[in-house]
């Protein structure tokens, strides 16, 4: 699947249209298969994840952005349930507090980074602040920035620095040993609509459903608008993006999985070795071992 997955894999410089990227699978993968698949992936992660944690060398950053009811959650949940929890943690980016609102738009999310040796999922992202705040110019103004205290001084030079801010920052944790997989969810309006009626329909899902989707889903095109000019902007080599087709949930989970796994294989990661005086002393030990009583 390693070639499968490259196509989903945005270049750096590219000019994206998210028309020319397809919502769904249809290739000759079946549900049941790549579920199967999906399970032994999981084991697979779960060594390097090990790994990893022992090397405690580098970490890997996982963002996950995609429109409501793209499948962001089940995605999280199928996908990273083979990892140790120990090495392992999940952030769900809300509305900023004002205590997040009184530091600069990054802050709150270096803070969520993860440390060597783990792996960091980021549910919505500093991505929040050029796709939302694209959309609604208006949240811009809680951020307090001087100079900024009209929609209308928030122009495309401000979109520009803010899209450097973000190439920087990336760069910078990348630099020192965090490696950056950055995972957008294409569902189609089509498919985000019948998840929405799904959620009505379903009391146990209603919870997840709030009028206020409704209000940002007529700005369907404001937002494709802002994804891609975002994703365009950031997708770098040291932080890329890819662009997974969601409408079929199965395959998306697969597609991630499968992703990590070419990344993890990057890192050539190798469990730390014992110095030498210390292997010296292991059959030692372990005959002292054997022969308590």
Known sequence: ????????????????????????????????????????????????????YAADSRSVLIIFQAMDAAGKDSAIQHVMTGFNPQGCQVYSFKTPTSEEYDHDFLWRHYKALPERGRVGIHNRSHYENVLVCKVHPEYVLNE???????????????????????????????????VIVKIFLHVSKEEQKQRFLDRIDDPSKNWKFSSGDIAERALWNDYMKAYEEAIAETSTESSPWYIIPADKKWYARLAISKILIETFKGLNLKFPELPKNELLKLDEIKQQLLDEK
């Open 144 to 178: 307090k920035i001087p100079g900024y205290q009209d929609v209308k001084e928030v122009d495309k030079d401000f979109w520009k620095r803010r899209y450097e801010s973000i190439r920087n920052f990336e760069k910078h944790i990348s630099d020192n040993g965090t």
């Open 1 to 52: 699947m390693e070639n499968e997955i490259k196509q989903y894999l945005v270049g750096v410089g590219k000019k994206v249209s998210l028309e020319n990227y397809s919502t769904t699978y249809s290739g000759d993968r079946d549900k049941r298969t790549s579920q199967q698949e999906l399970e032994e992936t999981k084991e697979e992660l779960a060594k390097y994840q090990e790994t990893m």
